[in-house]
């Protein structure tokens, strides 16, 4: 595919390559000899939340693990 760059330096994604990504927002990557144009989310936050998430506990669960240890502690120095 080709595309003229306009004099204000826009191009146009042809119509079936923004349907099939339906992405409003796209990546454009210097790779030296080539432009690459990938799709980005639409929200970026999100889309790591599952990428990353993992079984380890939450940072609510740790403080409520903590606060019991802390408790377990006072009980037992009385």
């Known amino acids: ?3 003229r ?3 204000s330096g826009q191009i146009s ?5 923004r349907r099939r990504w339906a992405a409003k ?3 454009i990557v210097d ?7 990938r799709p980005a989310p ?3 936050i999100g889309a ?9 506990p939450s940072s609510s669960e740790m ?3 903590v606060r019991a240890e802390e408790a377990r502690r006072e009980a037992s120095a009385r």
Request: aromatic share 2%; no cysteine; net charge neutral.
């Open 1 to 3: 595919m080709k595309a």
């Open 5 to 7: 760059v306009t004099s």
């Open 13 to 17: 994604l042809p119509a079936d390559v």
């Open 25 to 27: 927002v796209v990546v």
């Open 31 to 37: 790779a030296g000899d080539r432009l690459v144009v």
């Open 42 to 44: 639409d929200d970026p």
């Open 48 to 56: 790591l939340r599952g990428k990353y998430a993992s079984t380890s």
């Open 63 to 65: 403080r409520a693990e």
